[in-house]
């Protein structure tokens, strides 16, 4: 019996043996298989991540410019949250110039930009970090002396070694006509001494809007200036503040009653861009702060943006440049607003108590986003982010997810005459 059953067990065993070669394929083909499933679905689950979320969550690999400018007036913080935003930080501080070097104000506002820069470097590895030097300061002096203007370019190549910044933007508000020629000499001669470093320097000009009577960027020789620099940051704002009658957004895309019709964002990138054609060096400005003005009764015929405000001892009564925490403290309240369409901007009008304000919202900051992704400009800059210091953080609520999807191709997408 033993005799017998041994041969059949073995011959079952072969059996196993000849059935299980086939058996340990198939497992190592299901394994395979499994595995690249679990890989096509990583995979997937990967580019939905990516596609949905890198661009809402951080905007440091945004394919167009976020530039947020940091106020530096030592009082508001910026938010981790607002960082995440930016694919640039600007220090913007009143750094003193006049003997043609560069220097903080004091050593707190060395400390501040220190404390700023550490972060960015330290939590968003790739975030740019520069300085913006000018503001209402007078360059004329220094500008107008070929040594004062050496000695003023060897001075921010040696600040931007020395504190490993990324670069810096001019922000002189704003030349004249007179200064034209040696403002342009001192970007040149800025933009050599940086190329003459290893590291990749960055140069941008801030310069003013077009359609203003008196307010022209006559002081730019933009044509050449374009070759030197980075990009641009217009100053596509300022077009309605308390210091006049007539109420009005800050920057309003489109649309203007006779005899302001030019005062546009859309008509300054009209004229800048049909100049310059780089359009993708140029950026648009998202003002921050909130604009009020007080006694105001009357709207202007066709408009519900544009009013009259009563002046009182021959003035207008308002706030010009106020954050959106010291509005708030104020008792104003950003919500609900309302929208006009024709500017494409929110407003509030309190009939009872007679005030006015214009600010941006979430709807006004994406048009404008969509604005710069429509006519191929090359980003926005953010003026200034500290001042998004509300109960409601505005830039943390944009989705910016179309506009950093596209890098801007330098066509003119406007009507150049
Ligand atoms: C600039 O030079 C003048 C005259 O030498 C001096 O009085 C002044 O303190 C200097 N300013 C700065 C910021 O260094
Ligand atoms: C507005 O701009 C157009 C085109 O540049 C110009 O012809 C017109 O005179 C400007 N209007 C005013 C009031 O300045």
């Known amino acids: 019996m033993t005799d017998n ?130 503001g209402d300061m007078q360059f004329s002096a220094v500008m107008a002396s070929q040594s004062k203007r050496s000695k003023l370019a060897d001075s921010i190549v040696t600040f931007l070694d020395e504190h490993k910044t990324d670069g810096v933007d001019l922000f002189w508000k704003w030349p004249a006509a007179s200064d034209k020629t040696s403002y342009l000499l001192f970007v040149k001669e800025l933009r050599q001494k940086m190329l003459k470093r290893d590291k990749k320097y960055i140069l941008s000009v801030t310069s003013a809007p077009a359609g203003i009577p008196g307010y022209w960027p006559d002081g730019f020789d933009l044509e050449e200036m374009i070759n030197h620099v980075d990009f641009m940051n217009i100053f596509s704002m300022d077009f309605y503040g308390p210091w006049g009658w007539q109420t009005g957004p800050a920057a309003p895309l489109y649309h203007g009653i006779a005899p302001r019709e030019n005062f546009t964002v859309d008509y300054t990138m009209n004229y800048y861009t049909c100049k310059l054609k780089e359009t993708s060096k140029l950026n648009i400005v998202i003002p921050m702060d909130a604009r009020i003005w007080r006694n105001v009764k009357t709207t202007l015929p066709g408009s519900e943006v544009f009013r009259r405000a009563d002046l009182v001892g021959g003035k207008v009564e308002g706030t010009i440049y106020t954050s959106r925490l010291v509005a708030e403290n104020a008792g104003i309240n950003f919500a609900p607003s309302n929208w006009d369409e024709q500017t494409k901007s929110s407003y509030i009008f309190d009939q009872k108590s ?13 048009e404008k986003l969509n604005y710069v992704n429509e006519k191929n400009l090359g980003g926005v800059w953010i003026r200034s982010v500290n001042m998004d210091d509300g109960s409601v953080h505005l830039l943390d609520d944009i989705n910016y997810q179309e506009y950093c999807s596209s890098r801007s191709t330098d066509t003119v997408n406007y009507q150049c005459v």
Do not use: Q
Not at 96 to 122: H, P, S, V
């Open 354 to 366: 007679g005030i006015f304000l214009t600010f941006e919202n979430k709807k006004s900051i994406e």
């Open 5 to 134: 059953s041994t041969p059949i067990a073995t011959d079952s065993l072969l059996e196993n043996d000849r059935r299980n070669v086939p058996g340990k394929r198939s497992t190592l083909i299901t394994f395979i298989g499994v595995v690249l499933v679990l890989f096509v679905l990583l995979a997937i689950a990967f580019y939905f991540v990516h596609t949905h979320f890198k661009y809402t969550m951080n905007n440091r690999y945004c394919k167009k410019r976020v530039i947020g400018f940091y106020e530096d007036e030592g009082s508001s913080e910026m938010r981790h949250t607002h960082f995440d935003k930016l694919t640039h930080i600007v220090f913007s501080h009143k750094f003193l110039i006049e003997n043609g070097t560069i220097a903080f104000k004091n050593k707190d506002a060395r400390f501040r930009f220190d404390n700023l820069k550490d972060i960015a470097k330290l939590y968003w590895n790739g975030m740019k970090v520069m300085i913006s030097i000018g």
